[in-house]
């Protein structure tokens, strides 16, 4: 109800409006406005922007990839990671670089100052605090937003980037408080709206763990985890990096701690039936891993600085939904805890989200034309995850305000293609986590290339400044130059030769061989090419790195691009968005509802369509050329 007064619009126009601050909005604004258009941020707390409301950290296993792309591309979340990195790691270093990737540790409250310095100095970007309560949609077409209070913003186009504000609500046994996270507020008026507008939605939970007192903990006890001595910076734009080395410590729980949590289980607000949001499988609370694997003794847990301002140590593995007093004895039952203070109590919390399928490849909703959904309304987990979302849709609205085309890649381009694609062709009913086990093309979407496979992109978007560019493709110059002398260089055996091999446990060789050859050997690396290859000047790492990957995975590279030649083959079947489904005979009334629900834009987004099989796939095939369309 909006009272016996007319709205109230702010006098000034906007491009692009963004709802919510977070890493998703945040990516969003930025990319917009550095597109050219003038740019609204919406958000409940100035205090919040760039929050880290879970793991003080950014990268991971694919989401690593996903930070790369995003900095390829022009975004910004490498960049600051950079400016507030506590410490670097690089995990799975002994497994190949398709499934390498980076992580650190950050200072959360200087991450938060520093993306929002970034966003006010931004000309294009205005940044106000307000609740958004409702949109207005005239037509099918989005034309603003309006606040609680009433007052109005106009833009043609609308990013709801809302993370877990959407009727959030916190749990911590079974005390539930209305909040978006911990001591901030809820949206529950949007929601509403987005359910009038016609929108399924749905609801789902995550949570975070306790944070204790630094002074309280007995570091003693625990493994000292320390980063990388001289890492490399997450972004190709950072010169320096001015990390503060702190360490991380690990330590693990106990039968105690377990009796303790089996004990009071009712008392959960998982188990005890208070919570019916979906919970993050990938992800579980302690709780669940109890429960789940009930033979296991000991569950580690990773003790993280919050900052170097702070006193707050982020418990990971200790999430849970029970009360305070079990919170307490339980996080005391661990070797090294036994006087630790709680700060901030562990919680879960559940929320709303928009089944994805309700998007198309831009991220724009298939029903209102201009808005568009990114982060954890969309059903997804992570940060990294928000981030490069937060900026596909970005640089998708600012596109349509600007009559580009449509920026979609595809799956063989990068981590983010998968990502959105599988929201949108198989919508999600837990919270989505990116993985390399999802990606088909992982060797051709490491983290060493990112620059490679987007930049020139990010430069056609007005993201990437052609200086930049210039230096990629001079890398890429000296990579090939390198790749060509390898394969060219000649080694003949002789004692010395052998010896050196053997040395690295690799077979002599009796005939004259190349480097290119030696090299594909899984025991030698580029470095050890120099003993054989005689002195010559030292080449940039990533260069000799990207030399080495690309020869010595040559074969499944170049069988990894003719099975994304195959692929794109089906991308480029495409189905008209009108095609009546139910005049195929054949299919199932469940796969009918499902290709009329998802719209898949091509042969190859329908055969990812769930349920899908070879047979429905032919037949859909048969009555597209039929129909004229194939």
Same mark, same amino acid.
């Given at each position: 109800m909006r009272g016996v007064f007319e709205v109230s619009y702010y006098q000034k126009n906007y491009d692009v409006i963004v709802v919510g601050a977070g890493h998703a909005g945040c990516e969003? #604004? =930025?990319?917009?406005?550095?597109?050219?258009?003038?740019? =609204?941020?919406?958000?409940?707390? =100035?205090?919040?922007?760039?929050?880290?409301?879970?793991?003080?950290?950014?990268?991971?296993? /694919?989401?690593?990839?996903?930070?790369?792309?995003?900095? #390829? %591309?022009?975004?910004?979340?490498?960049?600051? *990671?950079?400016?507030? /990195?506590?410490?670097?790691? !690089?995990?799975?270093?002994?497994?190949?670089?398709a499934v390498q990737a980076s992580r650190t540790?950050?200072?959360?409250?200087?991450?938060?100052?520093?993306?929002?310095?970034?966003? $006010?100095?931004?000309?294009s970007i205005d940044v106000k605090q307000a609740m958004v309560e409702r949109l207005v949609v005239e037509g099918k077409r989005v034309q603003g937003i309006e606040d609680q209070t009433g007052f109005g913003y106009c833009a043609p186009a609308v990013v709801l980037a809302t993370g877990t504000f959407l009727r959030g609500l916190v749990h911590i046994g079974f005390s539930a408080i209305k909040a978006g996270r911990a001591g901030e507020f809820a949206s529950y008026g949007l929601p509403d709206n987005l359910a009038e507008l016609g929108f399924a939605?749905?609801?789902?939970?995550t949570g975070t763990p306790?944070? %204790?007192?630094?002074?309280?903990?007995?570091f003693s006890q625990f493994t000292r985890q320390d980063g990388e001595e001289n890492p490399r910076p997450f972004s190709l734009f950072t010169k320096q990096i001015n990390a503060h080395p702190i360490p991380c410590y690990i330590g693990h729980t106990n039968k105690i701690s377990h009796r303790i949590v089996r004990e009071n289980l009712k008392r959960s607000a998982l188990y005890g039936g208070r919570i019916t949001g979906v919970p993050a499988r990938y992800c579980p609370s302690i709780e669940d891993k109890i429960v789940k694997f009930a033979d296991r003794?000991?569950?580690?847990?990773?003790?993280?600085? $919050?900052?170097?301002? !702070? $006193? $707050?140590?982020?418990?990971?593995? %200790?999430?849970?939904? %029970?009360p305070m007093e079990v919170q307490i004895p339980f996080v005391r039952s661990v070797e090294g805890l036994e006087e630790a203070e709680i700060m901030r109590p562990a919680y879960a919390i559940e929320y709303d989200y928009v089944n994805p399928v309700q998007l198309s490849p831009t991220l724009e909703t298939k029903g209102i034309e201009g808005l568009y959904m990114a982060g954890q309304i969309n059903g997804t987990s992570g940060y990294e995850e928000a981030a490069a979302q937060g900026m596909w849709a970005g640089i998708n609205a600012a596109s349509k305000i600007q009559k580009r085309p449509p920026f979609v890649l595809d799956r063989s381009e990068a981590y983010m293609a998968v990502m959105v694609d599988d929201l949108i062709t198989r919508g999600t009913n837990e919270p989505y986590r990116i993985f390399t086990s999802r990606a088909e093309y992982r060797l051709l979407l490491r983290e060493d290339n990112a620059d490679q496979r987007l930049m020139e992109k990010g430069h056609e978007l007005g993201l990437i400044d052609g200086d930049a560019v210039k230096e990629m493709r001079e890398r890429q110059k000296e990579i090939d130059q390198e790749v060509r002398r390898i394969?060219? !260089?000649?080694?003949?055996?002789?004692?010395?030769?052998?010896?050196?091999l053997a040395k690295k446990g690799s077979n002599p060789i009796t005939q004259s061989t190349t480097l290119g050859r030696l090299l594909k050997r899984p025991e030698l690396h580029y470095e050890d090419l120099q003993i054989l290859d005689g002195p010559r000047e030292l080449i940039d790492d990533r260069i000799a790195e990207k030399a080495e990957i690309e020869i010595k995975y040559e074969g499944y590279i170049e069988r990894q691009r003719k099975e994304v030649e195959r692929f794109r083959n089906m991308e480029r079947?495409?189905?008209?968005?009108?095609?009546?489904?139910? *005049?195929?005979?054949?299919?199932?009334?469940?796969l009918r509802e499902k290709l009329f629900t998802v719209r898949p834009i091509s042969l190859g987004q329908a055969s990812r369509v769930p349920g899908i099989t070879p047979a429905a796939l032919s037949t859909l095939m048969v009555y597209l050329k039929k129909a004229g369309s194939l």
């Open positions: 969003a #604004a =930025l990319a917009a406005a550095r597109m050219g258009c003038s740019v =609204l941020i919406m958000t409940i707390d =100035l205090d919040g922007i760039a929050k880290m409301p879970c793991s003080p950290s950014i990268g991971g296993v /694919a989401k690593g990839h996903l930070v790369k792309e995003i900095d #390829a %591309l022009g975004g910004e979340m490498a960049r600051i *990671t950079d400016k507030t /990195a506590l410490q670097y790691r !690089t995990l799975n270093t002994k497994k190949g670089p540790q950050n200072d959360k409250i200087r991450y938060h100052i520093a993306m929002k310095e970034v966003l $006010e100095k931004e000309p939605l749905g609801r789902m939970k306790a944070r %204790l007192k630094r002074s309280t903990i007995d003794d000991a569950h580690q847990i990773v003790l993280e600085p $919050e900052g170097l301002d !702070t $006193e $707050e140590i982020y418990a990971s593995g %200790l999430g849970n939904s %029970l394969k060219g !260089t000649t080694v003949v055996p002789s004692q010395e030769v052998n010896d050196c079947m495409k189905i008209p968005p009108e095609f009546d489904y139910a *005049t195929i005979h054949g299919l199932s009334n469940e």
